[in-house]
């Protein structure tokens, strides 16, 4: 098994090797994907939740990882990302975009075992809420993306979204980092919700990304400006109140900005 839960080339030494060996290998290329949702917690807050591993061996044996594994001869990188989420999750994505490269040196080193260099490449994808109900998978559950927050009420533990293995806290903290940004001034918060949606739903996904509430006139004003909101015909019906028009959006899809890479 690789550093992230596949199988690698035992060519050149390969998991025979050892500590002195291993270091000498050459590098190995992984595709690691962070996968963003939006669920409600126990009190019904919705914030932003991702799908982690659980490491069944060394290095990190018993904490939880990203989705990931090696890149395969045969497929896109592109490709090998969509296969992670397959795998994981079962999800087809709204939206999917490579993140960035992580190569740090020691990215992937325990002193006591020695380890393949590993440079991953990272996507991101978000993913519709109604699109999924979470189900947790063999070694794999969904928890808070942010490393403030917490898993089944409980405060960040050992083994929570705080400690995750290798260097994929930092690489979650840049996703949301990316997300909060793009937010602001992109189409972003649309990949969150369906065909149709309401001034009320779309400012709920604006609150679970930000984690922060907004003002309700002033977001309506805001929002209403953009010209690539259309207002329907339709409405959202079940309420005990009048029931709120749904909108829909007709802007482009793409999240932009280019990726980025690490040493």
Do not use: C
Not at 44 to 51: A, L, Q, Y
Not at 170 to 175: K, L, M, N, T
Not at 191 to 199: I, P, Q, S
Not at 252 to 262: A, E, F, K, V, Y
Request: proline residues 5%.
């Amino acid at each position: 098994m690789s550093l992230f839960g596949e199988p690698l080339s035992t060519g050149g030494g390969g998991l025979n090797a050892n500590v002195s060996e291993r270091a000498t290998l050459q590098p190995s290329l992984a595709i690691s994907t962070v996968i963003f949702a939006l669920k409600p917690d126990a009190n019904g807050k919705v914030s932003i939740w991702m799908p982690l591993v659980r490491r069944t061996r060394e290095p990190f044996k018993g904490q939880w990882a990203l989705p990931g594994g090696p890149l395969h001869s045969d497929e896109s990188l592109e490709d090998a990302a969509r296969r992670n989420l397959q795998e994981t999750t079962g999800i087809e994505p709204a939206y999917l975009e490579q993140l960035y490269a992580f190569g740090g040196l020691q990215r992937s080193h325990k002193k006591e075992i020695g380890a393949q260099r590993v440079v991953s490449i990272v996507y991101w994808a978000l993913v519709k809420g109604d699109t999924t109900e979470f189900e947790e998978r063999h070694n794999v559950q969904w928890h808070p993306a942010d490393a403030q927050g917490s898993l089944n009420g409980e405060a960040a533990t050992q083994g929570s979204p705080l400690d995750l293995a290798f260097d994929h806290r930092e690489i979650v903290d840049y996703a949301l980092w990316r997300l909060r940004n793009k937010i602001e001034y992109s189409q972003v918060g649309y990949h969150f919700l369906g065909e149709l949606f309401t001034l009320a739903q779309l400012r709920e996904v604006h609150e679970a990304v930000l984690n922060k509430t907004l003002d309700k006139a002033n977001f309506r004003r805001d929002i209403l400006a953009n010209k690539d909101l259309e207002e329907t015909e339709h409405f959202l019906e079940g309420g005990r109140h009048r029931p709120p028009k749904l909108y829909r959006y007709t802007g482009p899809r793409g999240l932009g900005s280019p990726s980025r890479s690490t040493s």
